[in-house]
Nanobody, 129 residues
Framework: QVQLTESGGGLVEAGGSLRLSCAAS???????????MGWFRRAPGKARETVAV????????NVADSVKGRFTISRDNAKSVMYLEMNTLSPEDTAIYYC???????????????????WGQGTQVTVSS
């Protein structure tokens, strides 16, 4: 069982920046680099949205159109941590942000939210206007 812990959320003014982190616990027999990872968010009254996904080695990174050019996903396999750098934040980015992991290769299943094995508990991001 992999435990994912998000951090870095908070309250920020429009135009500001935040960096979210997702730390993965160690699992006997598994390594962080074996997981495809992703960030998702759920705004009040809206369905959960895929924000960005990243392959095991960072070679493939997909970002939602709504955040393209503003958000960057990355990972440090040596530290077992994934990041989401968020710039030029707007009130529309207000949501609970979740990280997720799957042991399956490829990012398609993660992007469609079909192949997700583990979820974090979420971190609140609030952007004031």
């Amino acid at each position: 069982q992999v435990q994912l812990t998000e951090s870095g959320g908070g309250l920020v003014e429009a135009g500001g920046s935040l960096r979210l982190s997702c730390a993965a616990s160690e699992v006997p027999g598994r390594t962080f680099s074996g997981f495809t990872m992703g960030w998702f968010r759920r705004a009040p009254g809206k369905a959960r949205e895929t924000v960005a996904v990243i392959s095991w080695n960072g070679g493939t990174r997909n970002v939602a159109d709504s955040v393209k050019g503003r958000f960057t996903i990355s990972r440090d396999n040596a530290k077992s941590v994934m990041y989401l750098e968020m710039n030029t934040l707007s009130p529309e980015d207000t949501a609970i942000y979740y990280c997720a992991a799957t042991g399956r290769t490829g990012v398609t299943g993660m992007w469609s939210q079909q192949d997700i094995d583990y979820w974090g508990q979420g971190t609140q991001v609030t952007v004031s206007s």
